[in-house]
């Protein structure tokens, strides 16, 4: 399984970013797909995921009620939308796959990993 994120970059505070993540090698519809986040100094954490089918969504409490996740398994693509950013939200932002029936909100349970993109949001 192979994980591109597209997106992130440089924001004002209470703006709002989007992030794409395609999947390849096997589809999407098979895979827990998720993003996590890591800021310097801190530990890799949970931001969202989605059921296999996207039928079901989980949050941080962090970021519920201001970022969205949604997937389209017709395109392999999992999309995280982030609106009232926050200082606070700055960090590396990563997509994350996993072939079990269940999500996790470790880090160690996700076998697969993209490459990661920065997300700063100026105050």
């Known amino acids: 399984v192979q994980l591109v994120e597209y997106g992130g970059g440089l924001v004002q505070a209470g703006g709002s970013l989007r992030l794409s993540c395609a999947a390849s090698?096997?589809?999407?519809?098979?895979?827990?797909l998720g993003w996590f986040r890591q800021a310097p100094g801190k530990e890799r954490e949970f931001v969202a995921a989605?059921?296999?089918?996207?039928?079901?969504?989980y949050y941080a409490e962090s970021v519920k009620g201001r970022f969205t996740i949604s997937r389209d398994n017709a395109k392999n693509t999992v999309v995280l939308l982030m609106n009232s950013l926050k200082p606070e939200d700055t960090a590396v932002y990563y997509c994350?796959?996993?072939?079990?029936?269940?999500?996790?909100?470790?880090?160690?349970?996700?076998?697969?990993w993209g490459q990661g993109t920065q997300v700063t949001v100026s105050s």
């Open positions: 989605g059921s296999r089918s996207g039928d079901s969504t």
């Open positions: 994350a796959a996993d072939r079990s029936s269940y999500y996790s909100r470790h880090a160690r349970n996700y076998p697969y």
């Open positions: 090698g096997l589809t999407s519809s098979s895979l827990i």
